[in-house]
Each structure stands twice: as structure tokens, then as C-alpha cells.
């Protein structure tokens, strides 16, 4: 039943007054009314295609109006009808409440009450004998009599003072009797009523005080400054206000500080001195409701008059602004309300008070645009009468000011403010700016718009514009105070409201788009538009004015964009042709300017990754922040740029426009946005000047000031970093204000802390280079760009003396502890707990290097020469001193040290409050004389006279770069054997079971893959299928995910597969689609080779938001794994991330919450270029496809591959009692050293006392002893191997081949040499018919052979990227993996070789990644089958070949288009094909069980295994289609012909394979499946139903799926669910023995 948007849609509508209940079978809705209960809804499962069962309680004439609601409902069957229901309701128990008659027409609907009725004794309906003129009962009548239509006659109430007019109906013979049990009503009458029109002596309603507002806002003869309101204060009593000083919006929406008062609380209204309106005594002098006078007979039209005739323009402007006074009164005569920017404002020409301009951002974002019209479609089909009121798509606007031009020379003014106003329009809201729109509210329920999010910028601009305006003497009428932007779309008119008999639009018709994103519009321009025009042929305003923030309208900077063209064509990113097309646009100007501008960005996003920053003439650009007095200035005129080379130096500031006017600085309010004008244009000049570094030098204290220079950056690819000052306390703001040269009042510089916008992009300048200033007679050199981006790299120091190891204090917790404790001492320090000086290497290793902590401050100690406080240290975490503590600041001459002494001295003064401190572990180490230049790793000073000191804080670099280059005196033997034994820590190997620590949770939609929205998709559905979209709605349907319909993915797909498998994690996908769609997200996620360990979907029926129910399945999360304590959430939607923090907040666990905002997810990197890097290389759309789907090992990945290879060379050499370089005994090879992200294949050396399986046998013990348990041994004849997997913390496990060769060197194991020996030579050394051996030494020696051929022409990575974008064209089209008997990933390498030896003769420029890849499937497209046959051997059975050579054929045609290289293009061409193909069926085997080594050893099993049996079932005839794109480790796959006698064929050779397995078929660690279909082979499977269904799902050429009649009853059901949760139609045909199902394709 969907009922649940009406129930919510009631609820919001009648809070507290809605209850409901929902039962088997039915839901019961209740509503009541101030305690009565009124009415009772019954709404059974085939609601709204019947009606409900309605029954009316405690309520007047409730037969009657019972009638009244089923006859609704019935009207109403298959459309929503709760709301209409109590809707009715409600007015006829209000009208009852106010001795107010139901209208005529419709009692006259109604029947009479049903026998028996309780209504038949309580009142009486009307005669419709009466009603036709045929009554022949008179006054003896029993039913009512009564007119439609009643003239109106003066009735004087003598009972009165008061004489006034009333609506009465004349006398007639017959009269209105009650029934004999109806008790008449006590009225007063007048001696002119007789008793039959006694009803028609009621009053009106009187009109209500909002009818009074909406008048005078909107009639232009009530000037609202005439009127007065009189309002009742809650604690003084009745006061009065002008009309004007109220905020008349939804008080809901207004701030603390705006007068704005409940309209139930407003007494009366006064005009003048005069009171028109009076609730307290029932007074309507305004609309006369109770009799009295108009308010027209107050106003003075004479000076109405006068104010119209001041207002005529010119005499040759007197026709046409009468012809727009006729319209505007035509629109009055309407009484339609108009918005307070509307074109159609009655009188905006004839009065002065009202506005007949404005000034507006046009929105033509087609993403808004379709979502409007998504939502004005919804609202007319609950209202189709609404569709008159609805604001055309083409007009939509979002309104920024209103103005009053009364004459040309106005109109003229207004635009030269605009044009002056472009470098603003530029610097405030610049090209990058878009403008969210989310959520739909109303105004007084008679106008529906869509809410904008705010932004500050568009406020600043705006108050900007109106100060513009208003200077120039303009009027701006009906602008409020505060601006809140919004984009109308529908308007209820009064005709329209009496039309509908409604006087507003019900919530419920756009309640599900409340809160629901409508989309984002890139602010372009802005548009001056006159309110009293007509329409323009676009469907828009007629325009007298545009802007636009093009950056054209820059000086200069077109120039830039050319310098910049020219920079790109000599670095080889731009062809010469390509650059002449752009710098063509560039000189068009206009729509060309813009295009060029956003190709130029695209190409510098995408080229910044790959050391575009660093070429040489790149400025670097530095944005500055801090409030006046923090010292920006300083530090940028004291820092090594400034005062090495200053002529390359360019600090643009607001303050230098301001120095340079005459007669010195001179600050002026008013000039800040010509200053800021003049800031950006120095900004621009200094790109053309070829400056190295670029300098933003003002406060910047909100996001938008700085904005447009961000954008440029971008442009241009230049780095961009933000240095901020940050000013948090009392204290610090007190220290600055006293030191700002300008003299800015403390008053201004709080306000501006107050209004302090957060960057999370900021870097925080370390407080000791700002407090205090550094004295100027001996400066402290530091390098500004080294705060930026700090270079901790110890790579350069030989040998390394670790100086300290302690606890260093982030600098926002430095900041922090200054802002608690204000330094008393010159010297700042304040930024490390010491732990161990002059550590050992047992301090080193147990100290925890990169262990993130939290220290907590317990006391604070001042003797006057040394300010201290003291810190309580987390667990674990041991300290050499006494008392660990925080040196804050010292004397003249006091070193930090004394700390010591002074707490050793003098006990710490306790301190209660809370103030914790992040830090990292790590240790400070020095060199011996090198690295002259070098910085120190916090980026403050540079000393040239002693050794470099380096910040480390990676474990990794601990183990790789410090532990290694210990001076050998300081390291003992002891020291050694405790560094060996840390080398599983080291690597960061875990082993053993390990209980769940960490989560990952990803959101799918818009996180991981972008998946086509409701109005493009639709479009795209057409165009690709010719049909129109079959569903109403979109996300719910599987068809919106599936083919033809492409999902692209995200950089948090790469994300994801770098974070599967974990040690001790836990991956889950978590979306807000409903679980009916879980197959077509499965179907996705696994074309991606991503599987994680569950999906979790929202339920499919729901009250709760999807940001709730994330919320709950967070903390369920946590419940279930109590020893978290890392939690990952990657999400994209504002609300959910909110809600992951709330939960974060109210966590009492010790967890680590890491919330990350998948819309800002950077682009992946290729990793951190060299500094020394002259030569960017050619952009590869290869290499960017590959990284989009994280197919390229992260260098986290990398690291940790290469020290498992350590670790197994070292167990390999203590299990062999080999004592040199373990490293001397691995010979790596395969896909890891291609910078491919695949096993690590090795072969160990093994001494000749030791056989092959005598080695691989200690091997295995040697793992298993020290932990690791996936260790599988393969005693092959041909080359034995051994199969692990290490797991690791940090990334995803990783498998080692290992293979071993025995080798006749007894002097290499006795004494070995100090470098490893070439390949070839070892190979000469293997005894003549060891061909385990030999064959195991098979994989350096192609490494090499490879490593020669490509050497001076391709880097092994570039060759690499090549390799693996065929591994997965071959995967994709099911024809890549081992277990079937495929193609293999050396046949490929060996191929590419080849290919490359014998092009060597083509240009280097050309051995690019894109054009190697195009010219290489060519060449294999062409090979011939015998070539094909010689290639695969043995190894690949001769049946793939055509299907290996299709695939290439294919794949040639795609790198032939005139797009190549694109990633569109290898999109399309990696697709993955028909699985199963047409007619056949699919074979699993399926892996379950708790015991991962267990299923790893299984999966590794059936892996060795089933080549051989694929073999034989191709011997035997069977066409073998393996299902190789699916890297799923629990599962195998592959199809074959869907025939009885293959099915015969199947069991007899598969057979052999499934009594291998018996072991594991009972295993509750680790079973197995067989399935064949649907049919099961063996006795313990069972038939995977659903993902046959799905299969059929996914097909696109057949159209209907016969099952077998032979299923059983679940069997039915569970294909049954399946088909529907995929919306196919499913139906069961036949009878007896032939009943089967059928399944279609809608």
C-alpha cells in the first residue's frame, strides 16, 4: 500500500491530530479534532484502487457528511484521497463550529439519512422538492427549505447603537421549520425577520487578519506606512507598531531579532488615526464582512490621484505607460496576489512605493530545470487546477534586488551600477560559484518555492548592489532587510483560490520534495529585467541589462591564458594545432572565452597530478588569513623568498590601495570593494610578470573572499595553498588587536573572529613564527613555501643519529594550548612532549613511530624564567623524564631542558579543565655535514652552519630509511636481533585470527559510481532502447542501473578496493536504494571486481529518512563488533554525513570516526612527482581509466608487497640457516614489478643440500610457526610452488607465488657475495635435468629478457599499463584467469615484448601508454591462428583461439574512432560481455563458510584443479564460456550449451572433481557447491534460482525465461521474489505436468 507520503503529508498538515495503526491485512487512520474523535479510516491492501471504509464519529450531521466523503472517495479510486477526506472534514466541522452553513449545492448532494441514523433526529436536510419549486408541504414541510441565491437587504438591528447592513433573503411563503426533536436556536431577531429566514440572519465570517496583510502589502492604493498594527505582548499587553516594522514572512523562517508576531495575537489594525479593523469587537471596516464600511471610503483618493499623476513619465512616454496601467489594472480586476518580484505587479507604474524592476540571476541549469518541472507536475496531478499558477520552466529566476525606475535617465543609471559592478560580480561570485537549491516550502500556503541554499557571497553581492544602487539615487522599494534568496515556481491567484474553494495549496502535493536536492546552477551573469514588459522570445523578462563573471572581464587576463597556451604547447601537453584553437577562443571573447577557459581547466586538473606545478616559470600562489594584527604581513616580508630574492616575490593586498592614495594610508569603509578590485587586478598583472611566487595578503575571513582566486588556480593548474593565522581565544585577539598597525578597533577585529569561516584546506602557520614577532635585529629565516608543504624526507641522510623521540603536537592542538595557557616568556616553544633524548633502538622500535595519540594537560608550573605545563600520557606510551610535560615558553637565555629542573624543584599547580592535545609519535633525527640547505621537517627555520634535522613520523620511514643507516656504533648485536625480530611488525604483517577492527562502509549512488539521474536517465533510456520510460518513478526500478544504461565510477572506487580484505576489517555497502534493486547493485559491483563482505539496502517500506536509517545501521554495526575502533564512511549526501557525525559525537567507545565527503574526494594521484621534475609526461586516458577503477596498486600497496618479500626471504633464510642478505635469495618477477596490482611471484634460492620439496616444506612450517596460516603447498611434477597470502593493516592482502630452485653454489651459501647475483649466471648453476628448477628460474629470466627490450624506450610502469588494460579487455569478455584454462597473463607480456622489439624503429615520443596500446591490439588483431596456437602451447586449449581473436578485432575497431584516447572509449570497449551467452546455461561452484584460511586453501584447491577438468569437458565437445570478469573468491563460473546432454556430459566429468572435494561438502568452516542451473549436482547443493533470473535480467536479447515445471513450491517462490525484486513480469502457464513460469522483460 503507498499511503505512507499521505499519512506523513496529514501529519505535517494536522499535528497531533493524526494517528494510525497498521495491522494484518489493513491500516487504520484516526483523526481527532480538540479531544473529539472525529473520523476513522479503514484502508485495506488494495487501497487507493478501492476506497477505504470511512466512519464519522462525534461530528455534526455525521451521516450526512459520511455520504458526502465515500462519494469523494469514490470519485477519487486510484489517486490519493486521505487528505482530500479530512480535509473535507475539517471544513465542515469548522463550519458547524462558527454557525456557518454548509454551501446549498452541496447539502443538496445529499440524500436523505439512512434509516434508523442518528442524523434523521438531529438535524434535517433540504427539500429537493424545495429546491426544484414543487414543494406542495409549504411551512408543514418537514425538511429545510432554503435558496440558493439571496439578495441582500438592510436590516436595521434596533437592539444596536450601530446601524450597518447585513445579507438577509427576502420573505417567502414558505418558512424554514425545525424538526419536532430539533431545539430551535436562542437568536435575538429583528421585527422585520419572520421565523422561516431565520438562518439568514447569521452574519458572515469575518475576513481574518491575514486577508488585512495580504491587502496592504499588495493593493498599491494602501501605502503600508499608514497603517498601524495593535498587537498582544504576552508580558506588557497591547502595543502598537507601524505596519512597516513587521516581518510579515512565515514566522518560522525570520531570525531572533525581527519583529514578527503570531497572527492570532494581532488585535486590530489602524489606518491613520482611524481603526478599521478590530477583532475585539468584531469591527471590518477594512472589507466590510460584518457590515461595517470599505476601506476604500477612508483612503483619500484625491491624494492617490496626485501620487499617479507625479508618477507619468514624460510626455512621449504618457501612451505607453497607460497602456501598461491597463494591463496591471486587468490583473488587479483579477485579484490575482502577485509575488513581490512578479512581471504582472498591479500598479508598479503608477506607484512610487511599488518596484517595476529587478535585478536576478536567470536559471538555466537543465538539472533544475527538469526536477522543477518534476515537481509542478506533481503538484498538478494532485491539483490539476494548479497547473495555471505554475512559473514557466524558461523563466525561472532567482530575484537578488528590486528597483523603482520612474523615468529613461533612471533606467540608464541602473545600468551603468550594473556594469560598474562586473569586477565584484567577478571577485564576489566568480565563475566557480554554483548555487544549491534543495528542498520545496510555500509562503502563507498560496506560493511554493524552492529554497537556495545560503550563501554568503550572494548576500555580500546583493547588500553590495542595493549600496550601489541607493548611492546613486535609485529607488529600491520592497527589499527586506534580510536577504533570502529563492526561486518561485508556482503562485495560487485568487481566481484560482475560488476556483478551488481553497485558500492554499495543499503540503501534501510537494511534501516528498520538502527536502529532496533539486540541483545546482553555475553562476554566469546576472540580469537587470523591467517587472512590466511583456514576455521576450526565450520565454524570459525583457532584458535591459547583462553582466557576466567571465573572467574576460579581467584586464589583462586573456593575456594570461595565451602566456599560459604557449607554456602548455612547449611542455608537449598541447599540440601546436590545439593551442592556436584555444587561443582563438580566447581572442573571440564571449561563449568562445568561456569554452576555452573551461578546456584549459579540464586539461590543468588534469595535468597538476603529473608535475605541472613544477615546471619552470609555474608561480606558486599563497593565499594569507588572519585578522589584522596576527602578523600575515610580517611573515610574508621575513620570510627566505621575500629576503633572498624579492623581485620574484608578488603580494597583492586590499590595504596597498589604500597606502599608495596621497597623503599616506587612509582606510576607508566605503572604497573596500574598490580596493579589493584594485587587489585582484594586481593579482592578474603579476601572472603576466612571470613571478614565482604569488602573495593574497588580506584577512580573508570568509571562504568567498578568496574564492576567485582559488578558481584562477585552477585555471591555470597552480598550486594553491592557504596559510592561515588562527585566532581562537580572548587572550590571542587582545595581543593582536594591541599590535595591528593600522589601529583597527577591537570591536571590528571581534566581530571578525565571530564571522570566521573554517577552511579544512588551510594550513595552520606554527604559532612560534607569529608569537612573538622574531626580533628584527637577528630574523629567523624560514621559507614560506616550506610551511605549505613540509619535506620530511630523510632519503638524503647517511648515516642517521636519532636526536629525541617524543610526542609532537599538531599545530591546531599548538594553537589550542596557547589559547588555554598565553605564553608569560618571549620564547614560544609549545609543540612536543620529549619522551627518550638520545634514544636507543629498543626506544625506537617500542616507542609506536606514527601512533596517533591524545595527551591530556594535568598542571601548569611558571617560575618566571620557564613556563611549563604538565600531561598525562596515553596508555602505552612510555617517557624517559620524571614528569612529561610541554615546555610553552621561556626566558632570555633559559633553554627548554630546565622544564626539568623547575618541576623537579616546584610541584605543578593541578588544572581541572579538560584540555586535550593531538599528536603523532615520532623522532627527531640529524645527518653527519650533508644536505647543505635543507629544512627543518616543521618548516620554521633554515640553519646552514649544522647537520639537517628531520621530522619522522611513518613507521615505514623508520624501518626503510632510519633503523638501516644507524651508525654501526650505536647499534649492538642486542640492537640487531631486536631489529630482525621487529620485522613482522616492521612490515606490518598480521597474522593469526584477528577479531573485526576496523569498518569501511561505502555509499554506492554518487559515492562509488555515478549512476544516471532521474531526468537525464529517462532521456538516455529513450534514446538508446526507442522506448519511453516503462515505470513511474526511477531510483526504485532495477531497469535504471542496468544495461542499456551505464554507470561510471568514482575515485571512491579505487578507494574501495584498496581498503577490501583488510586485516581485521569488515567492507559493506551501504545504500538508500530499496533491497528490491540489490541484484542490478550486485551486477555492477561485481563487473567492478569489487565484493564486499555485505550489502546492506533500506527496507523497501519506510518512514524513516534515509540519513536515519544510516544512522541505525551504524550503531547496530558497532553493537555487533564491539572491538572497532576504526570506523571509514564514504558518503556524497550532506544530510547522511551530518548524521555520521552525530553519531560520531555521541559515540562513548574510544573509536576512531573517519567521515569523508565523497563529493570532494580529490582525483586520484599518480603519486608525489620530484621536485626536480623539468618534463610533464603526455596525458594518458589509459592510465586514468585504469586508476578510475583502482586498478593500479596504491604506493601504500606497493610498500607493503615489498616487505613481504622480506619477510619471506628472511623466513626462507632462517628456515634454510642462511646468514647473509635474505634479500640475496629472492628473485622477484610477474605482475608486482610491472605496477600491476596481482600476486608477487619470487623464486628462492636453495642450497643443494636441500631438495625442492625439502624447502618448500620448511618453508611452509617456517610461516606457520611465526603465525601466518594461508599457506597452501602445490607438490606439482613440472614446478613445484608454494601459495600464501600475508595480510596487512594498511591495505588489502596480497598473494606470493613461490617457487624454488636448488642451485650448486656452496661458496654463495657459505659465503655470500655482498650483491645479488645477475639471474644468468645462477641459471648456469642448476644441475643438468633439475627441471623443477630450471622451470622455476623461468620467471627472472623473461623479466630480464624483458627488461632488455624495452630498455630506453618504456619505463617498466608504462609497459605495465599496457599489460594490464589487455588483462582486462581479456577479463571483460571472460577469456583472462588460470582457472579456466585462459589466456594467461606472461602470454600477454610476452605478445607486448615482441611487439615493442620489433617497433623500436618508431620515434620515442610515439612509445606512449595510449599509442602503444592503439598500435598493439592492431598488430594482434592480425596474428594469424598458427601464431596464436605456437604462443598459448600447452597452456591455453586451441578452442579459445577464435574467441581471443574476436575480442582483439573488436577492440581494434574502438581504438580506430576519431575519439582515441578516451576514457568514453575504453568504457565502451572494456564492457562486459553477455554472461551467460545466448542459450546457455551457467555452472557454479560455490564457496561458504566462517573459516577464511580455510576457504583461502579451498579456493586455492579448486583454482589448481578445475583447468584440468575445463580441458576435458572441451575434449568432450562442450563450448566452454568461463565468466573470468567476476573476481569473486567465493565463487566460480562458467557456461556451457543448456541441453539434456550436456547436462550428462557435465555430471560424468565433473564428477572425479566433486568426490575431490568431499572433504570440504560437510565442512561448516568451508563447503562447496556444485550447481548446474537449476539442477543440482550432488546431494548437498541446491539451485541458485535467483541468479539465473538475474542473468536473464541482464541479457538484452532475450525477452522471456522458461523454467522448468519439475520446481518445487519454494523453488516457485524464491523465483517469484527474485523477478519481482527486477521488476520482470513473472506469471505461471500451462496446466498439470507442463505448469511452468515464465518470466518477461517489461
Not at 26 to 42: M, N, P, Q, W
Not at 521 to 533: E, F, G, I, P, W
Not at 1377 to 1383: A, Q
Request: aromatic share 8%; with cysteine.
Amino acid at each position: 500500500m503507498e499511503f505512507t507520503e499521505e499519512i506523513e503529508a496529514l501529519q505535517f498538515t494536522f499535528p497531533g491530530d493524526i494517528t494510525w495503526d497498521q495491522t494484518e491485512g489493513e491500516v487504520l487512520v484516526r483523526f481527532t479534532s480538540d479531544g473529539h474523535k472525529l473520523l476513522t479510516l479503514h484502508l485495506t491492501r488494495s487501497y487507493p484502487s478501492a476506497p477505504p471504509n470511512i466512519i464519522v464519529h462525534e461530528c455534526p450531521d455525521a451521516a450526512g457528511i459520511q455520504r458526502r466523503l465515500e462519494r469523494y472517495a469514490e470519485e477519487q479510486v486510484g489517486s490519493p484521497m486521505l487528505y482530500g477526506i479530512v480535509g473535507i472534514l475539517k471544513e465542515h466541522v469548522t463550519a458547524c463550529g462558527t454557525d456557518e452553513e454548509l454551501p446549498a449545492e452541496e447539502l443538496a448532494r445529499d440524500k436523505g439519512p439512512s434509516r434508523g441514523s442518528s442524523a434523521n433526529k438531529d438535524r434535517s436536510t433540504i427539500c429537493k422538492y424545495y429546491l426544484q419549486g414543487k414543494c406542495k408541504f409549504g411551512d408543514k414541510c418537514l425538511q429545510q427549505h432554503a435558496s440558493k441565491h439571496k439578495p441582500q437587504i438592510t436590516v436595521v438591528d434596533e437592539g444596536s447603537d450601530k446601524k450597518g447592513t447585513a445579507r438577509k433573503e427576502p420573505k417567502s411563503n414558505d418558512s424554514l421549520h425545525p424538526t419536532a426533536d430539533e431545539k430551535p436556536k436562542k437568536q435575538k431577531k429583528s421585527p422585520n425577520v419572520s421565523s422561516e429566514d431565520e438562518d439568514s440572519t447569521k452574519k458572515t465570517p469575518m475576513r481574518q487578519a491575514v486577508d488585512v496583510i495580504s491587502r496592504i502589502l499588495w493593493d498599491p492604493d494602501l501605502p503600508a506606512k499608514d497603517f498601524a498594527v495593535g498587537y498582544l505582548d504576552r508580558f506588557l499587553g497591547i502595543l502598537e507598531k507601524p505596519f512597516s516594522d513587521f516581518s510579515w514572512e512565515d514566522i518560522a523562517s525570520v531570525g531572533n531579532n525581527v519583529l514578527a508576531v503570531p497572527q492570532h495575537r494581532i488585535q486590530y489594525f489602524k489606518y491613520k488615526n482611524t481603526i478599521v479593523w478590530d477583532k475585539r469587537c468584531q469591527l471590518d471596516d477594512f472589507f466590510g464582512s460584518r457590515g461595517g464600511k470599505l476601506i476604500s471610503d477612508f483612503v483619500d483618493k484625491t491624494a492617490v490621484n496626485a501620487k499617479q499623476v507625479e508618477q507619468v513619465e514624460p510626455q512621449e512616454s504618457k501612451a505607453v505607460a497607460s497602456s501598461q496601467k491597463e494591463e496591471g489594472q486587468a490583473f488587479l480586476d483579477e485579484e490575482e496576489e502577485p509575488e513581490e518580484d512578479d512581471v504582472s505587479s498591479a500598479g508598479a507604474v503608477d506607484n512610487k512605493d511599488r518596484p517595476n524592476h529587478f535585478v536576478c540571476l536567470h536559471i538555466t541549469s537543465m538539472e533544475v530545470k527538469g526536477m522543477v518541472e518534476e515537481i509542478q507536475t506533481s503538484i498538478c496531478g494532485h491539483t490539476p487546477q494548479l497547473a495555471e499558477g505554475c512559473l514557466p520552466i524558461d523563466a525561472l529566476h532567482v530575484t537578488l534586488c528590486m528597483l523603482r525606475l520612474n523615468s529613461e535617465q533612471d533606467r540608464a543609471t541602473a545600468q551603468a551600477v550594473l556594469s560598474d559592478a562586473r569586477t565584484q560580480f567577478i571577485h564576489i561570485l566568480p565563475p566557480c560559484l554554483q548555487l544549491t537549491f534543495r528542498g520545496v516550502d510555500n509562503f502563507r500556503g498560496r506560493l511554493v518555492y524552492v529554497r537556495v541554499e545560503p550563501e554568503p557571497a550572494l548576500e555580500r553581492f546583493v547588500s553590495y548592489l542595493l549600496e550601489q544602487f541607493q548611492q546613486a539615487g535609485l529607488g529600491t522599494p520592497g527589499n527586506h532587510d534580510q536577504f533570502t534568496p529563492h526561486m518561485t515556481i508556482l503562485k495560487l491567484t485568487r481566481p484560482m483560490a475560488r476556483k478551488l474553494h481553497t485558500h492554499a495549496i495543499s503540503p501534501a502535493s510537494y511534501l516528498a520534495y520538502r527536502e529532496s536536492p533539486v540541483g545546482q546552477h553555475t553562476v554566469d551573469n546576472l540580469q537587470l529585467c523591467s517587472m512590466t514588459a511583456g514576455k521576450q522570445g526565450d520565454g524570459f523578462y525583457l532584458r535591459l541589462e547583462t553582466i557576466s563573471n567571465s573572467l574576460c572581464g579581467l584586464p589583462l587576463f586573456s593575456t594570461v591564458l595565451i602566456n599560459h597556451l604557449n607554456m602548455l604547447a612547449l611542455q608537449g601537453i598541447v599540440t601546436g594545432a590545439e593551442r592556436d584553437k584555444l587561443t582563438h577562443k580566447v581572442l573571440q571573447g564571449g561563449v568562445h572565452f568561456e569554452v576555452a577557459v573551461e578546456d584549459i581547466r579540464q586539461l590543468c586538473c588534469q595535468e597538476s597530478a603529473r608535475g605541472l606545478c613544477t615546471v619552470p616559470g609555474q608561480p606558486i600562489v599563497v593565499i594569507m588569513r588572519g585578522v589584522p594584527g596576527s602578523g600575515k604581513s610580517h611573515l610574508v616580508n621575513s620570510c627566505k623568498e621575500m629576503l633572498t630574492d624579492p623581485s620574484s616575490v608578488a603580494v597583492c593586498s586590499a590595504d596597498q590601495y589604500f597606502s599608495e592614495a596621497p597623503g599616506g594610508y587612509k582606510f576607508a569603509t566605503h572604497l573596500l570593494p574598490k580596493a579589493h578590485a584594485h587587489c585582484l587586478g594586481r593579482f592578474v598583472h603579476a601572472l603576466t610578470e612571470g613571478k614565482r611566487l604569488l602573495v593574497v595578503d588580506n584577512t580573508n575571513s570568509k571562504l568567498w573572499e578568496y574564492r576567485v582566486y582559488v578558481f584562477i588556480c585552477e585555471v591555470l593548474g597552480l598550486k594553491c595553498h592557504v596559510l592561515e593565522i588562527p585566532c581562537e581565544h580572548p587572550s590571542i585577539t587582545n595581543m593582536f588587536c594591541s599590535r595591528n598597525v593600522h589601529g583597527v578597533d577591537s570591536a571590528i577585529v571581534n566581530r571578525l573572529v565571530q564571522r570566521w569561516e573554517k577552511d579544512s584546506n588551510a594550513t595552520y602557520v606554527p604559532p612560534s613564527l607569529i608569537l612573538p614577532r622574531p626580533s628584527p635585529a637577528q630574523p629567523e629565516l624560514f621559507s614560506l613555501l616550506s610551511l605549505c608543504d613540509p619535506d620530511s624526507s630523510v632519503g638524503t641522510l647517511d648515516p642517521v643519529v636519532p636526536i629525541y623521540t617524543g610526542i609532537f603536537l599538531s599545530v591546531e592542538a599548538q594553537w589550542s594550548l596557547l589559547s588555554s595557557f598565553p605564553p608569560t616568556h618571549p620564547h614560544i616553544y609549545a609543540d612536543h612532549v620529549t619522551l627518550h633524548f638520545e634514544p636507543s633502538v629498543k626506544d625506537l622500535l617500542e616507542c609506536g613511530v606514527g601512533r596517533q595519540v591524545m595527551v591530556k594537560v594535568t598542571g601548569k608550573v611558571d617560575n618566571g624564567k620557564v613556563q611549563a605545563v604538565t600531561v598525562e600520557l596515553p596508555r602505552g606510551v612510555s617517557c624517559g623524564n620524571r614528569f612529561p610535560h610541554i615546555t610553552i615558553s621561556t626566558n632570555e637565555g633559559v633553554l627548554p631542558k630546565e622544564a626539568n629542573t623547575v618541576l623537579e624543584a616546584q610541584p605543578a599547580q593541578p588544572f581541572s579543565a579538560c584540555v586535550p592535545l593531538g599528536g603523532v609519535v615520532g623522532v627527531m633525527v640529524s645527518g653527519e655535514g650533508g644536505g647543505e640547505g635543507s629544512v627543518d621537517p616543521m618548516g620554521r627555520f633554515e640553519n646552514k652552519t649544522t647537520p639537517p634535522s628531520f621530522l619522522v613520523t611513518s613507521e615505514a620511514d623508520l624501518h626503510q630509511f632510519v633503523l638501516p643507516r644507524l651508525k654501526q656504533k650505536e647499534v649492538s648485536q642486542e640492537d640487531m636481533e631486536a631489529i630482525l625480530a621487529a620485522r613482522v611488525s616492521a612490515c606490518e604483517i598480521c597474522t593469526g585470527t584477528l577479531p573485526i577492527t576496523q569498518l569501511f562502509v561505502f555509499d554506492f549512488d554518487g559515492t562509488l559510481f555515478n549512476t544516471p539521474n532521474p531526468l537525464e536517465g529517462r532521456v538516455m533510456y529513450e534514446q538508446l532502447t526507442g522506448k519511453p520510460w516503462p515505470h513511474r518513478g526511477w531510483l526504485g526500478w532495477p531497469d535504471s542501473l542496468l544495461p542499456p544504461l551505464k554507470s561510471t565510477p568514482l575515485p571512491a572506487v579505487a578507494e574501495f578496493r584498496r581498503h577490501l580484505n583488510i586485516a581485521g576489517s569488515f567492507t559493506i555497502l551501504m545504500t538508500g536504494r530499496a533491497q528490491r534493486i540489490a541484484r542490478a547493485v550486485k551486477l555492477i559491483l561485481d563487473n567492478a571486481h569489487l565484493v564486499p563482505q555485505r550489502y546492506v539496502f533500506k527496507p523497501n517500506i519506510s518512514l524513516k529518512s534515509t540519513s536515519a536509517y544510516k544512522s541505525r545501521v551504524i550503531q547496530e554495526l558497532l553493537e555487533e563488533f564491539p572491538q572497532v575502533t576504526v570506523v571509514k564512511i564514504w558518503d556524497d549526501d550532506e544530510d547522511n554525513l551530518s548524521a555520521f557525525h552525530q553519531v560520531a559525537k555521541s559515540c562513548s567507545r574510544d573509536i576512531q570516526f573517519d567521515i569523508i565527503d565523497a563529493t570532494r574526494t580529490p582525483a586520484l594521484q599518480e603519486g608525489r612527482s620530484s621536485s626536480k621534475a623539468t618534463r610533464v609526461p603526455t596525458p594518458s586516458a589509459l592510465k586514468k581509466y585504469l586508476m578510475s577503477y583502482g586498478y593500479i596498486p596504491s604506493p601504500v600497496h606497493s610498500v607493503a608487497a615489498t616487505s613481504g618479500v622480506r619477510f619471506l626471504a628472511e623466513r626462507h633464510a632462517s628456515a634454510i640457516g642462511f646468514h647473509g642478505d635474505p634479500l640475496l635469495l629472492a628473485y622477484e618477477f610477474g605482475s608486482h614489478l610491472l605496477g600491476r596490482d596481482g600476486d608477487v611471484d619470487m623464486c628462492l634460492l636453495v642450497p643443494p643440500s636441500f631438495t625442492v620439496d625439502a624447502a618448500m616444506e620448511r618453508m611452509e612450517a617456517s610461516l606457520r610457526s611465526c603465525g601466518v596460516t594461508h599457506v597452501h603447498a602445490g607438490h606439482s611434477s613440472r614446478c613445484p610452488r608454494l601459495k600464501t597470502m600475508l595480510c596487512f593493516p594498511t591495505t588489502s592482502s596480497i598473494n606470493y607465488d613461490i617457487v624454488f630452485a636448488v642451485v650448486a653454489m656452496d661458496t654463495f651459501f657459505s659465503a655470500p657475495p655482498p650483491t645479488q647475483l645477475p639471474v644468468s649466471e645462477v641459471l648456469g648453476y642448476i644441475k643438468a635435468g633439475d627441471s623443477a628448477s630450471k622451470a622455476a628460474l623461468n620467471g627472472p629470466v623473461f623479466l630480464q629478457h624483458v627488461d632488455t627490450i624495452i630498455s630506453g624506450v618504456l619505463t617498466r610502469q608504462q609497459f605495465g599499463l599496457v599489460v594490464e588494460a589487455v588483462v582486462q579487455l581479456l577479463s571483460a569478455n571472460g577469456q583472462k584467469g588460470n582457472s579456466y584454462h585462459c589466456i594467461r597473463t606472461f602470454h600477454v607480456v610476452q605478445l607486448l615484448a615482441d611487439f615493442v622489439k620489433a617497433q623500436k624503429a618508431m620515434p620515442t615520443a610515439d612509445f606512449t601508454p595510449d599509442h602503444l596500446f592503439k598500435e598493439f591490439v592492431t598488430h594482434v588483431a592480425l596474428l594469424a591462428p598458427d601464431k596464436w596456437a605456437k604462443l598459448f602451447g600447452e597452456f591455453v586449449p586451441q578452442e579459445f583461439i577464435p574467441r581471443v581473436t574476436k575480442i582483439f578485432s573488436k577492440a581494434s575497431q574502438h581504438v580506430s574512432v576519431e575519439d582515441y584516447p578516451s576514457i568514453t572509449v575504453f568504457e565502451d570497449m572494456m564492457s562486459h560481455a553477455q554472461f551467460p551467452p545466448e542459450g546457455y546455461t551457467t555452472v557454479d561452484l560455490i564457496l561458504s563458510g566462517t573459516d577464511d584460511s580455510q576457504l583461502w586453501k579451498l579456493h586455492t584447491l579448486i583454482e589448481s584443479r578445475l583447468p584440468t577438468y575445463i580441458r576435458q569437458l572441451l575434449r568432450c565437445g562442450l563450448d566452454v564460456t568461463p565468466d573470468g570478469h567476476v573476481r569473486n573468491e567465493r565463487k566460480f563460473s562458467f557456461a556451457v550449451p543448456n541441453s539434456k546432454q550436456t547436462k550428462d556430459t557435465l555430471q560424468q566429468v565433473l564428477r572425479p572433481l566433486w568426490n575431490e572435494l568431499a572433504d570440504y561438502r560437510k565442512n561448516k568452516s568451508a563447503s562447496v557447491e556444485l550447481t548446474f542451473g537449476m539442477a543440482v549436482q550432488g546431494a548437498e547443493g541446491k539451485g541458485d534460482l535467483e541468479e539465473q533470473v538475474a542473468q536473464f535480467a541482464r541479457t538484452t536479447t532475450s525477452t522471456e525465461l522458461h523454467l522448468p515445471p519439475s520446481l518445487s513450491s519454494y523453488e516457485r517462490l524464491k523465483v517469484h521474489e527474485a523477478a519481482e525484486q527486477l521488476g520482470l513480469v513473472h506469471c505461471t502457464v500451462g496446466n498439470g505436468k507442463s505448469k511452468h513460469i515464465v518470466i518477461k522483460k517489461r
